[in-house]
């Protein structure tokens, strides 16, 4: 090859090497560009479409534990999500989204606001709850266990309602939660026959440790002995149960009846004198307020 062959030749790769270089900087600088608020709102319909709770944190909206626990037990998810409307002016924008959930087209408008990590949903991107069960304080809402009356923030979808715990009340319930609603659901609750049995023994754990060796009457045990017309001081009193009342349920309280109690009082008594009586009553009776934690069931005995 002459040495004109040659010069050429070298130019001519030089020239493919610079075209090639400016290819791959155009590339990159377009695969790099920033996405848009439209961009933005497409990745949150994906990710929910794909039942995706950590890709939603990309795209903005503030996705507690509970929310993400919820989510992962719901039973309808939203499909065929599409952008509208994109109204951007300056660093906020707000843009237009429709989709389906429970084969019913749903449209929303998400909030967007430009930030040092590109384009993010505000608190418009979820909707929020308050379950109000006419019996406890905790419901099951998904996967997550939730306090009752309590609006809590929830990616959009259907969400199954549960009274809880559920192995001592029942409720049952279903409700689609959208964008940058508020949503009020009532629970209508029933005790299961459980819950009678763990009341009963909660109420004789109480009762067992109201009746324990002592020389005071204690309170909300409903125990009331009439020593004081025969007892200047009392030194000891023991009991001994017979038959611990039986509980009934009823609502958020309970009633319990039927009980038959012996106390031994020793002591002094009104004449100065040494004295042991033993007292019965065969209507040993309590009454209450019932609550109801996330796992199990509580009394408060009046």
Known sequence: MSRRGAWLLGVGIVAVLLLAVGIGIGLWRSSSSPATAEDTATAYLRALESRDANGLDSTGPDISDEARAAFSGATGYITDGAVGDVDQRGDTATVDVSFQLDGETRSATLTLTLTDGGWRIDSSGLGTLTVVPDTGAFVSVGDAVVAADDGIPLLPARYPLLAAPDDLVDGTASVAVLPGEYVDADLDVELRDAATGAAQAALDEHLETCTAKGGEQ???????????????????????????????????GFTAGGGVLVATITGTGQDGAARTTTYRTESWMVRGDVRFSETAIALTVW
């Open 218 to 252: 204690p309170d909300g045990c409903g125990i009331r002995i009439p020593w004081g017309t025969e007892f200047r001081e009392v030194s000891d009193v023991s009991y001994r149960i017979e038959t611990l009342p039986s509980l009934v349920l009823s609502g958020t």
